[in-house]
């Protein structure tokens, strides 16, 4: 996995063979974009001298060299085509390799960088949650054949078990923040490209550099996007993976957390912390690092019910603009920790309060647009809402 290890902005750049993929890491570093090649450093890594191609011809024999004792691919890739264990004897050889000499070159990059790993199997072998962003370049399988029999000269039948071999479009789609469309003409993937390094990747950058997050002004209800909770499981493993080998538990909370309720287009999220000294330690460091900066000030929750003492939290938000989040680090088994499970849960269950809830936000938001001002005018609501959850709570057993 890749480690962040400082503050430049790494993005995950990938995409299946003929997608062009290419196309869009060479315009990157037009624009500016440190590009690590995986697929570069791959065969430097196993280059005539390289310990690597050392390790290789020992696991593997001399079979897997040609006349000039360099590394025969296309006999490595018979010897361990459909063998599993010599699969991953190869990969124990050069993953390691890979990993250090691309945390190498990111290291090197200068610091306000944007750092752009291409790496062609990067949702096969799970490494989405290590990056800042994933982009991902999309192509209709009919189109990627055409090219690659066309660019390339490779045989139909060769294209189509290459094609077969990797990720499938649902499966990178669900790893990717961007989705680019390479179905059209050259100009127009440029177009997009610049359009993601203008007004996304750039104002990331520059926010995971000053420890910002990106905050909305204005309430702005969107209506119920199917594809919330799977935006939240990328932050949430993009998270796991920043504290890691800390185990803490992290939820979906809030409007975008219920099925069928419009909310503001902002993923909020709960992470469980043993105590607030916890969040204030190096975790608080390693979630700035992965784009969840913490936000200055003190923070709190709205008690239930009024007058019973403030909640404190400590409350980070996304650095990324073009996916606002906000993360709630609450103690373990406190009121307000289990207030946010709670009320999920409840607005889960019960269609007639979801239906109240969404009524009052539509009012709210098209009578006070400012942020501020749309929490606390929720607050009434809250507190006779939080009553009618303690009882279904009872009734049902509902435990956090």
Do not use: C
Not at 42 to 53: M, N, Y
Not at 237 to 256: E, F, M, N
Not at 338 to 356: K, N, S
């Amino acid at each position: 996995m890749i480690r962040l290890t400082g503050p430049v902005l790494m993005v995950g750049l990938t995409g299946g063979i003929g997608s062009g993929k290419s196309a869009v890491s060479a315009r990157l570093a037009e624009r500016g974009a440190v590009v690590i090649d995986a697929d570069r450093i791959a065969r430097e890594v196993v280059a005539p001298g390289s310990a690597g191609l050392a390790e290789i011809v020992a696991a593997f024999g001399d079979r897997v060299l040609d006349a000039d004792g360099a590394l025969d691919r296309a006999a490595l890739g018979a010897v361990v085509f459909g063998d599993e264990v010599a699969r991953r004897r190869l990969e124990a050889i050069t993953h390691p390799r890979v990993r250090a000499r691309t945390a190498e070159l990111a290291a090197a990059a200068p610091s306000d960088a944007v750092v752009v790993n291409d790496v062609p199997l990067l949702v096969e072998v799970g490494l989405a949650p290590t990056y800042h962003l994933v982009v991902v370049v999309q192509t209709a399988v009919a189109t990627r054949l055409e090219r690659l029999e066309r660019d390339r000269g490779m045989p139909r039948a060769e294209a189509e078990r290459r094609i077969a071999a990797q990720a499938d479009d649902a499966r990178r789609r669900a790893a990717a923040d961007v989705v680019l469309s390479n179905d059209g003409a050259l100009d127009e993937l440029h177009a997009a490209v610049d359009a993601l390094w203008r007004d996304r990747l750039l104002p990331y950058e520059r926010n995971v550099r000053a420890g910002r997050a990106a905050r909305p002004e204005r309430v702005l209800l969107t209506e119920p996007d199917p594809t919330w909770p799977q935006q939240y499981a990328r932050l949430a493993a993009r998270i796991r993976h920043a504290v890691a080998p800390a185990d803490l538990r992290v939820d979906h909370i809030g409007s975008t957390a219920v099925p069928g309720l419009a909310a503001k287009d902002v993923i909020d999220i709960q992470v469980t912390v043993s105590s607030l000294d916890e969040a204030d330690g190096p975790l608080a460091e390693r979630l700035a690092r992965a784009g969840f900066p913490r936000l200055p000030g003190d923070w709190w929750d709205s008690p239930r019910p009024a007058g019973s003492g403030r909640w404190a939290k400590r409350f980070h938000g996304s650095a990324d603009p073009g996916r606002p989040a906000y993360l709630h680090l609450r103690v373990a088994d406190s009121p307000g920790w289990r207030y946010a499970l709670l009320m999920r849960d409840h607005l889960r269950a019960d269609p007639d309060q979801r239906a109240a809830y969404l009524l009052l936000k539509r009012e709210l938001a098209a009578s006070a647009p400012d942020s501020g001002a749309y929490a606390t005018a929720k607050d009434p609501w809250f507190d006779e809402e939080h009553l009618r959850a303690e009882e279904w709570a009872a009734q049902t057993g509902w435990r956090p």
